[in-house]
């Protein structure tokens, strides 16, 4: 009956280390999606400013044309 107490304190023990490191792990992955989340957002913002060069570089090829 010994080995079975001893089985079951070992595997409460596994148990509470397993919930240690789960715990650590999705404190990594939580700190992980806020800098993406972060990054999304810079991104975004470079993106629209790209966005903004276009009609600049197409109107500026126009009055070099003589278009405009």
């Known amino acids: 009956m010994a080995t079975v107490k001893e089985a079951l304190l070992k595997l409460e023990a596994h148990e509470r280390e397993c919930a240690v490191r789960m715990q650590v792990i999705d404190e990594r992955c939580q700190g992980i999606e806020k800098r993406l989340d972060q990054g999304s957002e810079r991104f975004k ?7 903004g060069m276009y009609p600049l570089i197409i109107g ?3 009055i ?3 278009v405009i």
């Not at 913002?45 to 966005?51: C, H, I, N, Q, V």
């Open 45 to 51: 913002k470079t993106e629209f400013m790209l966005w």
């Open 60 to 62: 500026l090829f126009l």
């Open 64 to 66: 070099e044309k003589g």
